[in-house]
T-cell receptor, first 114, second 113 residues
Framework: AQSVTQPDIHITVSEGASLELRCNYS??????LFWYVQSPGQGLQLLLK??????LVQGIKGFEAEFKRSQSSFNLRKPSVHWSDAAEYFC????????????FGKGTKLSVKP | EADIYQTPRYLVIGTGKKITLECSQT?????MYWYQQDPGMELHLIHY???????EKGDLSSESTVSRIRTEHFPLTLESARPSHTSQYLC????????????FGPGTRLTVL
């Protein structure tokens, strides 16, 4: 069965520091992968997505993610974190044969220190 | 900016009441979804629809029901609310193609006393 693991429940970084959020997936074929961000009391906003092609994907707000098939990973990165990046981040995989249904990880909460 | 709306945003209600959570989108999307999200937990798909008069149950069993009479509207109903239904409910929609983005509404925070 497809699954998504986000190993870090909560991460705290200093403003201006670099960020990497980890995501590992279990999937039997080429996955479709997504990163969403959720601010408190809000819905989810898509940061970036990977379907095929270049394994380094650029997204909004200065985020990027790299698909590594050998490691079954799709880690999210940002070179310099801003206080406004504090939020919860969800990794998701497109479910097999589901016409686009998504399976989500449990999320990583990001706190930013001034 | 995604045009998908949910009402109410917050609802506190007593046990046994019937409630309907509204979700509408103006993007003409065929596919619509309902997720349940508890704090610190992943989103669980409870219902989805691939078009008018099409509804399916998701991965997480739910006592709620849905209907899809119009493309833009996908309401979720609980006939008799219980405290175990307390959660956040997120609605989403998506276009026809596999590569289309799934857009989310702001959510409804439901508390059943």
């Amino acid at each position: 069965a497809q699954s998504v693991t986000q190993p870090d429940i909560h991460i705290t970084v200093s403003e201006g520091a670099s960020l990497e959020l980890r995501c590992n997936y279990s999937y039997g074929a080429t996955p479709y992968l997504f990163w969403y961000v959720q601010s408190p009391g809000q819905g989810l906003q898509l940061l970036l997505k990977y379907f095929s092609g270049d394994t380094l994907v650029q997204g909004i707000k200065g985020f990027e993610a790299e698909f590594k098939r050998s490691q079954s990973s799709f880690n999210l990165r940002k070179p310099s974190v801003h206080w406004s990046d504090a939020a919860e981040y969800f990794c998701a995989v497109g479910a097999k044969g589901s016409q686009g249904n998504l399976i989500f990880g449990k999320g990583t909460k990001l706190s930013v220190k001034p | 900016e995604a045009d998908i709306y949910q009402t109410p945003r917050y609802l506190v209600i007593g046990t046994g009441k019937k409630i309907t959570l509204e979700c509408s989108q103006t993007m003409g999307h065929d596919k619509m979804y309902w997720y349940q999200q508890d704090p610190g937990m992943e989103l669980h798909l409870i219902h989805y629809s691939y078009g008018v008069n099409s509804t399916e149950k998701g991965d997480l069993s739910s006592e709620s029901t849905v209907s899809r009479i119009r493309t833009e509207h996908f309401p979720l109903t609980l006939e008799s609310a219980r405290p175990s239904h307390t959660s956040q409910y997120l609605c989403a929609s998506k276009g026809t193609y596999l590569t289309d983005t799934q857009y989310f509404g702001p959510g409804t925070r439901l508390t059943v006393l």
